[in-house]
């Protein structure tokens, strides 16, 4: 005999499942749009000032050695 109990833990199991990959799919949907949103924003950063690299370079100094962003003076220089 099936009790009324064992039924509704069933449907509450399944409510359960439905509701998470629900939650799930809307979590990957959020993030999703958020990275599309980054990148987007990255390329409007990138277009309007052609001249700044999106990454910086790093390069050694020439004097101490310590690896500083590429065309900026040195900590060391400046003293
Ligand atoms: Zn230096």
């Known amino acids: 005999m099936i009790s009324l109990a064992k039924i509704a833990f069933t449907v509450a199991v399944i409510y359960a499942v439905w509701y998470f990959f629900k939650y799930r799919l809307r979590i990957a949907a959020a993030h999703k749009a958020m990275m599309a ?3 987007r924003a990255a390329a409007e ?3 309007r ?5 999106l990454a910086q370079d790093l390069v050694p100094c020439p ?3 310590s ?3 590429a065309g900026t003076a040195c900590a060391c ?3």
């Open 49 to 53: 000032n052609p001249g700044t690299p």
């Open 37 to 39: 949103e980054r990148a």
């Open 45 to 47: 950063a990138a277009a």
């Open 67 to 69: 690896y500083i962003a």
């Open 77 to 79: 220089e400046k003293t």
């Open 63 to 65: 004097k101490c050695g």
